[in-house]
C-alpha cells in the first residue's frame, strides 16, 4: 500500500460493526464467568458492593478480553488473510491502522477502570494487558509456541479474573484453596485453547505459528487438549473430596465423564468435531468451576 492509498485509510473510519465484531463478544464470556466465580468463592455478598462486581465483570469481558481480540487481530492480519479474509481487518472494513488504534485506546481504558478496583484489582489489570500483548505482538509473540501460548491464554482467561474476583471482594489476597483450584482450572483451560487453534490450521502452518494442532497434527493434538482438560479436574474432584465437600466433588465428577465422552465422539474426527467439542465438553468444564466455586464459598472463602 502506497503512502498516499494508507493515509487515505486511516482517514476512513471503521464500520461500528466492525468494530463490535473485532472485540468478539462471544470471548467474553470465560473472564466474566471466572471472575464470578471468584466472587462466588469468597462468599461475599455482591449485592453489598454491586459497583465493583459489575465494574469487575466489565472489566474482564468488553474490555481487556475484547482490547486482546483486538490486539490479536491487528498482529494476526497476515495470517487471517490466509485462513479468514472476511475479517474485519483483512477485510478492510477497519482501515489503516484502526485496528491498532483501538487495541492500545482500550489497553489504556482498561487500566484506567483497573484502578478503580483498587490495588488488587489494578495490578491484575496490569498483568492481563501485558499478557495480551506478550501473547499476540512482536518480538515476543509466545502465541508462536503450542505450549506457552495456549497455557497464558488459559491462565489469562481463568485464572486471573477468578484470581481478581476473590481478592477485589475480600479485599486482599485469596486462601491457597481458591488459589489452587484457580490456577488448575487455568490450566486445564490450555486444552480449550489447543481445541481453539484447529480453526487457524493452515495460517498457522504457513505463517511458522507452532500450535499443537501444526506440530502433532489434528488426531493427536485433540487427544493431549481432552487430556489436559480432564486431568486437572481430577486434581480438582480429588482436593474437594478431600476438603470435605462430598457432593461437590461428585458432581464435577459426573461432568468429567462427560467431558470423556464428547472427548471421544471428537476424536472420530478431531478437526471436524473440534468446533462441536467446544459447545458442549468446554459447556460442562466451565459448569465444573462454579460448582468448584461453591464449594470453596463452603470452606469459608478466604477466610
Excluded at 66 to 91: F, L
Excluded at 249 to 255: E, H, M, W
Aim: glycine fraction near 12%; include cysteine.
Amino acid at each position: 500500500m502506497s503512502v498516499l492509498e494508507n493515509l487515505q485509510s486511516e482517514r476512513r473510519l471503521p464500520e461500528p460493526g466492525a468494530v463490535l465484531t473485532l472485540l468478539k463478544p462471544i470471548t467474553w464470556f470465560p473472564p466474566m464467568w471466572a471472575y464470578l466465580c471468584g466472587l462466588v468463592s469468597v462468599g461475599a455478598n455482591p449485592f453489598d458492593s454491586l459497583g465493583l462486581v459489575l465494574l469487575g465483570v466489565v472489566l474482564a469481558g468488553p474490555l481487556v478480553c475484547g482490547m486482546s481480540q483486538a490486539a490479536n487481530d491487528w498482529c494476526d492480519r497476515e495470517v487471517d488473510a490466509i485462513n479468514e479474509p472476511d475479517r474485519p481487518i483483512p477485510s478492510g472494513r477497519i482501515p489503516g491502522r484502526w485496528g491498532l488504534w483501538i487495541a492500545l485506546a482500550m489497553s489504556a481504558l482498561a487500566l484506567v477502570v483497573g484502578w478503580q478496583l483498587g490495588p488488587w484489582g489494578f495490578g491484575a489489570t496490569v498483568v492481563g494487558v501485558i499478557a495480551a500483548w506478550a501473547y499476540s505482538a512482536e518480538p515476543v509473540r509466545l502465541k508462536r509456541s503450542g505450549i506457552a501460548g495456549p497455557g497464558l491464554v488459559g491462565l489469562s482467561y481463568e485464572t486471573l479474573p477468578w484470581f481478581t474476583g476473590a481478592a477485589v471482594l475480600s479485599a486482599g489476597a485469596p486462601s491457597p484453596e481458591i488459589v489452587t483450584i484457580a490456577l488448575l482450572y487455568g490450566i486445564g483451560a490450555h486444552g480449550i485453547m489447543t481445541l481453539n487453534d484447529f480453526k487457524a490450521l493452515e495460517g498457522d502452518r504457513q505463517t511458522g505459528v507452532e500450535s499443537l494442532p501444526v506440530v502433532l497434527g489434528p488426531e493427536r493434538a485433540a487427544r493431549v487438549a481432552a487430556w489436559v482438560m480432564i486431568l486437572p479436574q481430577i486434581v480438582v474432584f480429588t482436593l474437594l473430596a478431600g476438603w470435605g465437600r462430598e457432593w461437590h466433588a461428585a458432581a464435577i465428577a459426573v461432568l468429567i465423564l462427560g467431558q470423556i465422552w464428547a472427548a471421544q465422539v471428537m476424536m472420530r474426527d478431531p478437526k471436524g468435531k473440534a468446533p462441536w467439542f467446544n459447545g458442549t465438553g468446554v459447556a460442562m468444564y466451565v459448569s465444573g468451576m462454579m460448582i468448584a466455586a461453591f464449594a470453596l464459598r463452603a470452606l469459608g472463602g478466604a477466610g
